[in-house]
């Protein structure tokens, strides 16, 4: 692996291995998803006591519930007792979490409660559900499942007026979408992070977000946009994205892009789609890019804010999960229209869903050598530069 790893070539992509080797793909289980926090859902998807759901990749399997006292939990999906998966459905509601093999029976806090016909010397206190690490960003929970999570304090610090701001603790969830890729999760994270692609690919990203064009023109458009008169805190940038995160921290990144002239938000001809988000007055005609770990994407608009989750099932399976998040105040069809607001990332990411899988299989062809990447691929360098550093043995 190491001799893979030094003989990549930086401003190309990466070579065959990296999407089909085995080995590699263990080592990327252990060194990133094991290592790494992770977005995992909303507050408001577990509005009562005893609502639960599951969070799945590759083998894992979290249980997040919601417990009498109204706390949130991250539990392993494995029982004490011989291992079996507890929890099987979905999602639900439930008083306590009873293994289906031999009843072994849980709190929702993954206290021990009762184990059939074990010796009195069994020790119920030492045989709960592993508990996951967990914080709550606003509403938004994260996982981290090292046994010493990476910190989040810079970012908190760091990001603390931005998520008051925009109110990241007064939005909800109002959709959730899961779209199954037949590719090696990278090829589907390094789409998420240029828009090389977009023009060819996204036309209808394209005419709203001037991301998608050429590099000088973008640029004007965001000079431009930083000389109006819009908050100080809305049009920040951080970066201490993936190579660029401080050791023992886990990296983030916030700026903001502008929009097309004209546009407001990323609906059909870029009209408003809802009520305006936290402590937003009006619209400014850009949009927000936030990155908190290396596999959770937000992207801002001033009136919805959606979330991106790319998680694998395989080496060559992975799955992007699409989140809608409104103002908590705001009602289905007075102030928004599901339909309209959920409409640009769902065919655009219908479309990625595509052009990745017809990605990987090219790479998988006894033909295919690493290519040139644009200087519209600069992001998703960053990307290949810390990726192979945490691979490193
Ligand atoms: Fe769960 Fe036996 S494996 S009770
Ligand atoms: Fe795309």
């Given at each position: 692996?190491?001799?893979?790893?030094?003989?990549?070539?930086?401003?190309?992509?990466?070579?065959?291995?990296?999407?089909?080797?085995?080995?590699?793909?263990?080592?990327?289980?252990?060194?990133?998803?094991?290592?790494?926090?992770?977005?995992?859902?909303?507050?408001?998807?577990?509005?009562?006591?005893?609502?639960?759901?599951?969070?799945?990749?590759?083998?894992?399997?979290?249980?997040?519930?919601?417990?009498?006292?109204?706390?949130?939990?991250?539990?392993?999906?494995?029982?004490?007792?011989?291992?079996?998966?507890?929890?099987?459905?979905?999602?639900?509601?439930?008083?306590?979490?009873?293994?289906?093999?031999?009843?072994?029976?849980?709190?929702?806090?993954?206290?021990?409660?009762?184990?059939?016909?074990?010796?009195d010397d069994f020790d119920k206190s030492a045989n709960g559900l592993h508990r996951v690490h967990l914080e709550l960003i606003g509403g938004l929970i994260f996982i981290s499942l090292a046994e010493k999570p990476l910190s989040l304090k810079s970012m908190q610090a760091d990001l603390k007026?931005?998520?008051?701001?925009f109110g990241f603790d007064k939005m909800k969830l109002i959709k959730q979408n899961t779209?199954?890729?037949r590719a090696n999760w990278k090829l589907a994270v390094e789409n998420y992070q240029e828009c090389y692609h977009c023009t060819p690919s996204h036309r209808e990203y394209s005419e709203i977000h001037a991301a998608a064009l050429p590099p000088a023109k973008r640029?004007?458009?965001?000079?431009?946009?930083?000389k109006t008169k819009t908050?100080?805190?809305?049009?920040?940038?951080?970066?201490?994205?993936?190579?660029?995160?401080?050791?023992?921290?886990?990296?983030?990144?916030?700026?903001?892009?502008?929009?097309?002239?004209?546009?407001?938000?990323?609906?059909?001809?870029?009209?408003?789609?809802?009520?305006?988000?936290?402590?937003?007055?009006?619209?400014?005609g850009a949009a927000s890019d936030?990155?908190?770990?290396?596999?959770?994407?937000?992207?801002?608009?001033?009136?919805?804010m959606v979330g991106y989750r790319f998680m694998p099932l395989s080496i060559a399976k992975c799955v992007c999960d699409i989140f809608w998040f409104v103002h908590e105040a705001a009602e289905e069809g007075n102030d928004y229209d599901l339909k309209e607001l959920t409409w640009l990332w769902d065919v655009t990411t219908q479309a990625d869903e595509e052009i990745v899988a017809n990605n990987?299989?090219?790479?998988n062809s006894h033909f295919y050598r690493p290519g040139k990447l644009s200087e519209m691929e600069g992001f998703q360098q960053h990307f290949l530069n810390w990726y192979l550093k945490v691979l490193k043995p």
């Amino acid at each position: 692996m190491s001799e893979l790893i030094n003989n990549y070539q930086s401003g190309y992509s990466l070579g065959q291995s990296f999407y089909t080797n085995d080995d590699i793909y263990q080592k990327e289980i252990e060194n990133i998803f094991l290592k790494h926090w992770i977005f995992v859902g909303h507050a408001s998807q577990i509005p009562e006591h005893g609502d639960f759901f599951l969070f799945e990749f590759d083998q894992e399997s979290i249980i997040i519930t919601r417990t009498k006292t109204g706390e949130i939990n991250a539990l392993l999906n494995v029982c004490r007792h011989r291992g079996s998966h507890i929890c099987l459905e979905k999602k639900g509601n439930t008083k306590s979490l009873i293994c289906p093999y031999h009843a072994w029976s849980y709190n929702l806090d993954g206290k021990l409660l009762a184990a059939r016909n074990m010796n009195d010397d069994f020790d119920k206190s030492a045989n709960g559900l592993h508990r996951v690490h967990l914080e709550l960003i606003g509403g938004l929970i994260f996982i981290s499942l090292a046994e010493k999570p990476l910190s989040l304090k810079s970012m908190q610090a760091d990001l603390k007026d931005t998520f008051d701001l925009f109110g990241f603790d007064k939005m909800k969830l109002i959709k959730q979408n899961t779209y199954h890729i037949r590719a090696n999760w990278k090829l589907a994270v390094e789409n998420y992070q240029e828009c090389y692609h977009c023009t060819p690919s996204h036309r209808e990203y394209s005419e709203i977000h001037a991301a998608a064009l050429p590099p000088a023109k973008r640029n004007q458009h965001l000079e431009a946009y930083l000389k109006t008169k819009t908050n100080a805190v809305r049009t920040r940038s951080c970066d201490c994205y993936f190579d660029l995160a401080n050791e023992g921290e886990e990296g983030y990144q916030y700026s903001r892009e502008p929009l097309l002239p004209g546009m407001k938000s990323g609906t059909a001809g870029g009209i408003a789609a809802s009520r305006l988000l936290g402590n937003i007055t009006d619209y400014d005609g850009a949009a927000s890019d936030l990155m908190i770990g290396p596999l959770s994407f937000f992207l801002i608009y001033d009136d919805h804010m959606v979330g991106y989750r790319f998680m694998p099932l395989s080496i060559a399976k992975c799955v992007c999960d699409i989140f809608w998040f409104v103002h908590e105040a705001a009602e289905e069809g007075n102030d928004y229209d599901l339909k309209e607001l959920t409409w640009l990332w769902d065919v655009t990411t219908q479309a990625d869903e595509e052009i990745v899988a017809n990605n990987q299989k090219g790479v998988n062809s006894h033909f295919y050598r690493p290519g040139k990447l644009s200087e519209m691929e600069g992001f998703q360098q960053h990307f290949l530069n810390w990726y192979l550093k945490v691979l490193k043995p």
